[in-house]
């Protein structure tokens, strides 16, 4: 067995359990019907992240269950600039998994895309930059109206996250269920870093239709929750363990989650929708999911968040951050980009998770546990939406995927007759063990099949932005199909041990494993393996799957990648590009930054929409580099990568 064989094999093995184009996938419009209350919020930007308008929008939305949406004649409209005209109908569509787009009622030509859990619908129109430089960064939250709801459903106590551009702040509130509040403490801050704070009061609430109109009493602190406006609307999920919402003459959004009783809280080992909302000097928001589990004795997140910010098209971030048991103070999802962010989470009933970023990094975000999918139709054969991962990087299926990525499907239902992952190759084969996946009408070529499925995109998806994907079991029949974004490129690093936390798979020069033990020195020029860099088709659309010696230069290699190590960019990457022999399989050659401290760094892989920060490269004090480092992959297969891989 060839030696990147036996990597591959081990690291798809290891990989946890975890014409026209094609048209999305409709099948969970269902998931969206009836009256629901909304708010969404606009911050228009320049490029410098200078916000220049102001939109909110709130009121009632109709959902019919088959894709058609209507906007309420009552519903509010505020615009700093007084431009917007608002349509009075829309269109929307679902996937099975929750995951689906609607057309924006506030920025034309837009999409707002989203994910549902237990009928609540988060989204963020991450895709779609303004006109003439300018950026439109939005949230938008609604929630089935409750009409017989009174004063009575809204008892208990609240955590909230509140923000307003160049503020944010966190509530505990005490609805008595019949119309008071109690007094309450806030804590909050400003873009400067300043920090307030204190008690105050709120008179009384109403409560009708799933609103509760809010009124404000007593003398407020400066830059406080209560200062927003006199009044607040607060929109409550049916089961009135999350509450949304914001001023109804004013441009902030909160969301609040009712606090767990009973034992200590933390987040459910399984998948996570979200969104959230970013401020510093300028201001970014995102929408995505991620995978919570439980490795080592202690809690991991393993995330991929679809991201817009000022001065930067639409980006995916690749993330790994831990956390421990209850509510807590952490770093931030999306903190990678500014590793001094922290945010205050918490968890509360039902497991959401709502968090404020503790200044001068400011925002908030709202995270729930994804509803178990039940199949809707005969189980045999279905595949799982949430099953298709990165199999370097595990990151969630939210993630999309890229041409020429290494993708694997697990959790299907009667996907394959039994396990086998091919010894030797490439090439490929389109079907194996009676199985063969299908992505846009292309047999996949396919690498492992049992309870997961390895296998290559094609290269040929980046015909579309849509991407359907297909199981077929000799026998049994055709699987459901899923669909998903197809974006230039997914990085995902491959990692020791398998699954997408931990350290980098990277070699020195001379084949040698980077280790702790045998750590890159920086200067050094090393070898990092993963997949997801995306297409190296030539003009003619007919691309090899490998970069063996025999393939004509030029066709194996991939442009715009970047490498940072601990945040510095490394000044030299001789080689980006498939591996000689390895079949799907890519590498970076790249240069440690002189300035990268000694220790486990983060690894960070920047193609031209994707940011992957998921792995650690183990980096030495500065001295003289002790291997013979080459610049560019040997093209004899003999000179092949020398991994080992142990199990978990």
């Not at 849509?466 to 026998?475: D, L, N, P, R, Y």
Request: hydrophobic share 40%.
């Amino acid at each position: 067995m060839k030696p990147v064989r036996k990597i591959l094999l081990a690291f798809a093995a290891l990989s946890p359990a975890f014409a026209a184009g094609p048209a999305w996938d409709s099948t969970g419009n269902g998931l969206l019907d009836g009256i629901y209350n909304f708010r969404q919020v606009v911050y228009v930007s320049n490029g410098s992240g200078s916000i220049s308008q102001q939109i909110a929008y709130f009121g009632n939305i109709g959902f019919d269950g088959n894709g058609n949406y209507t906007l309420s004649g009552s519903n509010t409209l505020l615009d700093t600039a007084g431009t917007l005209g608002i349509p009075a109908t829309g269109t929307y569509s679902v996937a099975s998994g929750g995951f689906g787009f609607l057309s924006n009622p506030l920025i034309a030509g837009a999409s707002v895309e989203f994910l549902v859990s237990n009928h609540i619908l988060i989204g963020s129109s991450t895709e779609t930059p303004g006109a003439n430089g300018s950026y439109n960064n939005d949230l938008f939250i609604a929630a089935p109206a409750t009409p017989t709801f009174t004063n009575a459903s809204f008892n208990g106590a609240y955590t909230l996250s509140s923000s307003l551009p160049g503020r944010d702040a966190s509530f505990t509130v005490t609805p008595d269920g019949a119309g008071h509040f109690g007094t309450f403490a806030f804590s909050g801050y400003d873009v400067t870093g300043g920090k307030f704070g204190g008690a105050n009061y709120v008179s009384t609430y109403a409560l009708t239709g799933g609103v509760a109109i809010i009124n404000n009493g007593g003398s407020a602190d400066a830059g406080g929750f209560v200062t927003y406006c006199e009044i607040e609307n607060a929109y409550l999920s049916p089961d009135t363990n999350f509450v949304f919402g914001g001023s109804p003459n004013g441009y902030d959004i909160f969301v609040g989650v009712r606090n767990a009783t009973g034992g200590t809280p933390t987040l459910t080992p399984g998948l996570y929708y979200e969104i959230g909302l970013d401020q510093t000097a300028s201001i970014d928001t995102y929408y995505g999911a991620f995978n919570a589990f439980q490795s080592g004795g202690k809690g991991n997140i393993i995330g991929h968040e679809r991201l817009l910010y000022a001065g930067s098209s639409a980006e995916g971030v690749a993330y790994t951050t831990t956390y421990p048991t209850g509510s807590y103070t952490g770093p931030a999802n999306v903190g990678q980009l500014d590793p001094s962010a922290t945010v205050q989470y918490t968890i509360g009933a039902g497991g959401i998770r709502i968090g404020f970023g503790i200044g001068p990094w400011l925002g908030i975000e709202a995270a729930f546990p994804t509803p178990v999918v039940s199949p809707l139709l005969d189980p045999i054969g279905y595949l799982f939406p949430a099953g298709i991962v990165d199999t370097a990087s595990s990151t969630p299926f939210t993630a999309g995927i890229s041409p020429g990525e290494f993708i694997t499907i697990y959790d299907g239902i009667d996907l394959a007759s039994y396990a086998v992952c091919l010894p030797a190759g490439p090439p490929f084969p389109s079907s194996l063990g009676g199985v063969q996946v299908i992505i846009d009408g292309i047999p996949a070529p396919i690498y492992c099949v049992g309870p997961q499925i390895t296998v290559i995109v094609p290269y040929e998806v980046d015909a579309y932005p849509i991407a359907s994907i297909q199981v077929i079991h000799e026998g049994i029949g055709r699987s459901n199909i899923v669909t998903t974004y197809v974006y230039k490129t997914t990085p995902g690093v491959f990692t020791m041990p398998a699954g997408g936390l931990g350290f980098a798979a990277a070699q020195h020069g001379n084949y040698s494993p980077v280790t702790t033990a045998n750590p890159a020195q920086p200067g050094e020029t090393i070898v990092v393996y993963l997949t997801g860099l995306g297409s190296v088709l030539p003009v003619n659309r007919v691309g090899a799957m490998d970069a063996a010696a025999t393939v004509p230069r030029g066709y194996n290699i991939v442009s715009n990648i970047e490498v940072e190590v601990a945040g510095f960019g490394s000044t030299s990457v001789p080689y980006a590009g498939l591996t000689p022999g390895a079949e799907g399989l890519y590498q970076i050659n790249f240069e440690v930054p002189t300035s990268a401290p000694a220790g486990n760094d983060l690894l960070a892989i920047v193609g031209p929409d994707s940011y992957s920060a998921q792995a650690v490269l183990p980096v030495g004090g500065t001295g003289t580099t002790s291997h013979a480092a080459e610049s560019a992959p040997g093209s004899v297969r003999r000179r092949l990568p020398r991994l080992t891989v142990k199990p978990l």
